[in-house]
């Protein structure tokens, strides 16, 4: 029988409902995995033990008294280190914030606390989620990278810590280390979510997304933090979606129509992801899906470098005040990007911006009715060696466009590191995105398992 | 080719600009600590330069396909 923290969110409610398990047993089983790899790993900034098994009870007392509350009731949930939490530390992973404590939740922990959530604690995130190194251990590998910047959250999912964690992506911080770490990654259309009470990097780019073990279950964490949050400049006015119940009741005569990403943009992968690339798109042709070549428009072209010059205006901005006074306590990285992002012409910037709604249009009408989604490699190569957190090049471009974008792992290559892919839709398109992703996984049917680390 | 030297034109320009301002702004030093980030930059500058636009390409960010219609947006802040 498999332990309560080997299952994903899916699994674990079910049983939680059913009588079968308890929150109190889940959260003692996921805590235990923490106290066994924590000093190997180093995914977690906050560990709120004596809370989170506070909370497991009440949730168990409650779910006994009056059952469910929904598919969270009772699941635990890390999160990442810029999320404010009322009363418990969130640092940004920075020396400048190193002991601040909020005073309330931040939009998304309101909602997961509605919803029954049990939060766990505070992953490690790079400094200010930019560019540094992460302390954090990949799994799979202790000499390359977790990715970044939501590290330690994808490591905490892989290795069964918890079943999902949050993360946010302003380049690729959410599906790169999904893709790096062998799990599902959902970054989901600009403005979906309420990014409220999460510390920035770039205000119009940054988008929060959450790291799962099956497409379900990100499709759960979506229906329960979406919907319009006037508190959030960004967000949309859009109701909240019901995903997870258009997965449950789809027709399973169904097969997508997928647009594979070529041209000089998919040749920024190496042999080895285009190879995997080649073999997922033969399976899900093999098993009746629709799979045509689709070659992006021009704007594709210098949409990485709108995402660069954007990003490090807005983070120039985000942090100028401080900076003016602490500028060594800022990482390399991450202050180096605030001082060029001070130097950036205006021109520059509103030229970014303008290249990222052409870009915008031109993917909506690539998308059109032609595909339900497009398929791209996750990332140009495996995970690379620690003095990075990788290279964002095939998610920026989705970001900068704030379309949704969905990773799934496919393999493990030959020295066993995590090989995946990313399904990207139009704006708002998340249910189309996630029925494509759960009938690649359902189609591929791929279980990477738990990556085997030896406990220090 | 000639779309190439004009890239690399580009690349070399707005590179000078910008150390020549990271130079008056945070030093010779630090301008060297730097360089890495400042290319990084100056190319992406430069890359822009390149596309072509006119006053129909509104820019993109907090406008309606983007998120909320700014009509009916409040001017909250995204954190505290």
């Known amino acids: 029988m498999s332990r309560p923290s080997s299952l994903t969110i899916s699994q674990a409610a079910r049983q939680i409902a059913r009588g079968d398990l308890s929150p109190v047993e889940l959260v003692q089983d996921c805590l235990d995995v923490i106290e066994m790899l924590e000093p190997r790993l180093r995914a977690w900034e906050t560990i709120d033990r004596p809370g989170a098994m506070e909370t497991a009870h009440a949730a168990t007392n409650e779910i006994t008294k009056n059952g469910v509350r929904g598919p969270l009731h009772g699941i635990p949930v890390g999160l990442k280190d810029i999320y404010f939490t009322n009363g418990m530390r969130t640092s940004m992973g920075s020396r400048v914030y190193a002991n601040f404590i909020p005073e309330y939740d931040c939009a998304a922990v309101e909602a997961l606390k509605a919803s029954g959530a049990i939060i766990l604690g505070k992953t490690v995130t790079t400094e200010f989620a930019s560019g540094d190194p992460s302390v954090t251990l990949n799994p799979w590998n202790q000499g390359r990278t977790p990715g970044g910047s939501s590290s330690g959250s994808s490591v905490a999912v892989a290795v069964g810590m918890c079943p999902v964690a949050t993360g946010s992506q302003t380049a690729g911080s959410v599906n790169r280390p999904a893709a790096y770490n062998g799990i599902v990654g959902l970054k989901p259309t600009y403005g979906r979510v309420s990014r409220w009470g999460v510390f920035p990097v770039s205000w119009t780019l940054d988008t929060l997304g959450w790291m799962t073990r099956e497409v379900r279950d990100a499709a759960i964490m979506l229906d329960a933090l979406s919907g319009y949050d006037p508190r959030d400049p960004g967000s949309a006015n859009r109701p909240p979606t019901s995903s997870t119940l258009s997965l449950d009741y789809e027709d399973l005569a169904w097969t997508p129509r997928i647009g594979i990403v070529a041209g000089p943009f998919a040749d920024l992968a190496d042999l080895e992801t285009k190879a995997n690339l080649h073999q997922v798109s033969e399976a899900l042709a093999g098993a009746g899906a629709i799979v045509d070549f689709i070659d992006l428009p021009d704007s594709v072209l210098g949409i990485n470098e709108a995402q660069v010059i954007i990003d490090y205006s807005e983070a120039a901005q985000v942090h100028r005040e401080i900076h003016s006074q602490r500028a060594i306590d800022f990482a390399p990285n991450v202050r180096s990007r605030i001082e060029a992002g001070q130097l950036i012409p205006s021109s520059a910037y509103v030229q970014a911006q303008q290249l990222r709604r052409r870009f915008r249009r031109d993917m909506e009408d690539a998308i059109g009715g032609a595909f339900d989604a497009l398929l791209s490699p996750a990332t140009p190569a495996v995970a690379p060696t620690p003095e990075t957190t990788g290279n964002p090049a095939f998610q920026a471009p989705w970001t900068t466009a704030g379309l949704p974008a969905l990773n799934i792992p496919t393999a493990l290559n030959p020295v066993g590191l995590p090989l995946g892919v990313q399904f990207i839709a139009r704006g708002f398109e998340e249910e189309r995105l996630l029925r494509v992703g759960r009938w690649a996984e359902r189609t591929l049917d791929v279980d990477l398992g738990v990556p085997e680390v030896a406990p220090r | ?80």
């Open chain 2, 1 to 80: 080719m000639s779309e190439m030297n004009t890239l690399e034109e580009a690349r070399a320009r707005a590179y000078l600009k910008i150390r020549e301002a990271s130079v008056v702004r945070w030093g010779e030093e630090r301008t060297a600590e730097i360089e890495d980030t400042l290319r990084k930059t100056s190319d992406s500058i430069a890359r822009l330069s390149l596309f072509k636009f006119d006053h129909t390409d509104t820019p993109g960010a907090f406008l309606s396909e983007f998120g909320v219609d700014p009509e009916t947006a409040s001017q909250g802040n995204t954190s505290e």
